[in-house]
């Protein structure tokens, strides 16, 4: 987004007012329409090698009627491959919208995609509506792991979610792994994923093109 003057405008900055007044949709049909559209483009834009292509869904998508009607056409308008994505639904996008988030993920599911349940352990009624969404990934809130090495409490947390995870035949994700210590403590609590600092810094695609995914316990 571009300001009056030119200047880019960050995400962290519009997206509260584009909350506010019900936007959300909107850029995230844009945002999947040109994710969709870079994935289809093979080489030129998000290679094949790079694994999947992980999409943050607000939870005013989740409730929008015609949002699953939407994602579908945009896949067969781009052919972009629906094995190739994740998309990643917060608690308070569930809670709010359950009966939505459910249908939407039971639907792309058939399709081959994925889902994350993204800031796990945020909410109050995590655990118990854990077991009637057939998510891929956890993904443990960054506020736990954070502080994961200072707190037990934290690690507690962090090594309970991710029990719970792997006893329900579900992937776990380490959000916010910011340094080296952090990543060797998910990787003796057997976290699969991390994401992080310690893993990489954002950068365009064209830069890492020749990455790979890392697995917190393995390489």
Request: net charge negative.
């Amino acid at each position: 987004m571009y300001s009056g003057d030119g200047r880019i405008v960050p995400p962290r900055d519009f997206l509260t007012a584009a909350e506010r007044y019900h936007l959300m949709p909107a850029i995230d049909r844009w945002v999947l329409l040109n994710a969709f559209e870079a994935m289809s483009q093979g080489e030129r834009q998000i290679p094949e090698h790079l694994g999947g292509c992980a999409i943050n869904l607000s939870g005013q998508s989740l409730g929008d009627e015609k949002f699953l009607g939407d994602v579908l056409a945009m896949f067969d308008a781009t052919g972009a491959d629906p094995a190739r994505v994740c998309f990643e639904i917060t608690e308070t996008a569930v809670i709010g919208n359950l009966s939505h988030a459910r249908q939407f993920i039971d639907v792309l599911r058939t399709h081959g995609c994925r889902f994350a349940l993204d800031d796990f352990g945020s909410g109050l009624s995590s655990f118990s509506y854990l077991k009637t969404l057939p998510v891929d990934y956890l993904k443990i809130d960054g506020s736990f792991v954070g502080g994961m090495l200072q707190d037990e409490n934290d690690y507690t947390m962090v090594r309970s979610i991710h029990q719970i995870g792997h006893v329900m035949g579900i992937l776990t994700v380490a959000e916010f792994v910011e340094d080296q210590a952090i990543l060797a403590a998910v990787k003796a609590i057997g976290v699969d994923y991390a994401q992080g600092y310690a893993i990489g810094r954002p950068r365009p695609i064209s830069a890492i093109a020749s990455d790979r995914r890392l697995r917190a316990s393995g390489a």
